[in-house]
């Protein structure tokens, strides 16, 4: 069928600069990532070349601070720079989202010693990092976390598993949650694990439904030792620090998902235009010209609220509530445009000869990551009517 290539998305961006931005991520994207990204997923293989060319691009670091190789960007730029990315290949988008997680707590609550000592490297210098906060027995109840760091003199040492970590294996820094006091959200502390750290290694990677390319693997921390100065924040900061990273990290996969679904919105619209059945295009049937309305109104109404939660974190306002809604939606939005987008191919959009099974494939894990979306509604509730059981 001959190709129809999409119109890029009309964006309201606050500068020149963010316009440049946005056209060179664009033109990464479009010849560097979309031409490999179904080959190279169904192989399995991770574009490291791609993250590299992205760090030397100055696009790893975007919202962090230009002193320590960070792009001064807001993140009204930031998350719409990972929606192109995303659109291109989530493997990319998600991988760019999750390293800017791991970089939160060094940048956020990090000594100015330390951002001077680590950060230029991880926003600049070619690193990949990886956010450890879930293991086998603890996902959605992170608090209950059982990975152990003992002080012994001025190092700890850290024993434990995490579970679902994205570039587990592969990556050059780990963000480490883990125990070191008492049970429960109090007791746990952040840590930055070097990726070559005696002691740490990683499990088999994960074999999952989508995102193949991506590399998610449980890691391995067997007597790790680290010195205190690797400690981020105080002690027993760790979960508070998490859970505002969580916060940011929930607007990253929002973005990712409205980039998943406006791929498949456009694989929909140039299917549709050009595929003819009973002598006309079948985008002339009012059943599926509805179907693509609908799908083009709910990513619309997720890119405004996920922008919206962006900019009340720019003006430095609360945003969680957004966040989650943000997330919420998003991620909803992506699995039913991609299923959409399938049945409008009809038998085409279950062949991998076109890419809309894979988007359905990967619009599902973002329901999951970073929070199941049933988590999300209940911390929406918790900030329309309090916590449980009061």
């Not at 760091?149 to 294996?169: F, N, Q």
């Not at 067997?222 to 916060?247: K, M, N, P, T, Y």
Request: aromatic share 6%; hydrophobic share 40%; glycine share 12%.
């Amino acid at each position: 069928m001959p190709d129809r290539a999409p119109q890029p998305v009309d964006r309201q961006l606050p500068t020149d600069e963010a316009r440049d931005l946005l056209s060179l991520v664009r033109d990464i994207a479009q010849r560097e990532i979309a031409p490999k990204a179904a080959e190279e997923e169904d192989a399995g293989r991770f574009p490291r070349e791609v993250f590299t060319l992205l760090s030397e691009s100055g696009l790893l670091g975007l919202p962090y601070d230009s002193e320590y190789g960070g792009g001064d960007q807001p993140y009204e730029v930031y998350l719409q720079v990972l929606e192109e990315l995303a659109a291109a290949r989530l493997t990319v988008g998600l991988g760019v989202s999750v390293h800017t997680l791991a970089s939160y707590a060094l940048a956020a609550y990090g000594t100015k010693q330390q951002q001077v000592e680590h950060l230029p490297a991880m926003l600049g210098g070619g690193l990949l990092g990886a956010y450890c906060l879930s293991e086998p027995a603890s996902g959605s109840d992170a608090a209950s976390l059982r990975t152990k760091a003992v002080r012994d003199g001025d190092s700890w040492v850290i024993t434990g598993t995490k579970a679902w970590i994205t570039h587990g294996g592969i990556a050059d820094f780990y963000t480490v949650m883990a125990r070191t006091g008492e049970d429960g959200p109090r007791g746990i502390s952040a840590f930055l694990v070097p990726g070559d750290a005696a002691g740490l290694s990683a499990a088999m990677p994960e074999k999952k439904m989508g995102m193949k390319g991506s590399p998610t693997a449980q890691v391995h921390l067997d007597g790790v030792r680290v010195g205190d100065e690797r400690r981020i924040g105080d002690e027993g900061q760790g979960f508070a620090i998490a859970l505002s990273a969580l916060d940011s990290g929930r607007l990253g996969i929002a973005a990712c998902a409205i980039g998943v679904a406006q791929a498949a919105l456009d694989e929909a619209v140039a299917y549709a235009t050009e595929r003819r059945q009973f002598g006309k295009p079948i985008a002339d049937f009012q059943g599926l010209r509805f179907m693509l309305a609908d799908m083009a109104t709910q990513i619309e109404a997720g890119r405004a609220l996920y922008l919206a939660a962006a900019r009340l974190r720019d003006a430095g306002r609360p945003f969680a509530k957004q966040a989650a809604m943000a997330k919420l939606h998003c991620t909803d939005t992506a699995m039913k445009v991609t299923t959409d987008a399938v049945q409008v191919l009809g038998g085409y959009g279950y062949t991998a000869d076109f890419p809309a099974e894979r988007y359905m494939r990967e619009a599902k894990v973002l329901q999951i990551v970073e929070g199941t979306n049933q988590i999300q509604r209940m911390v929406i509730a918790r900030h329309l009517a309090g916590p449980e059981g009061r």
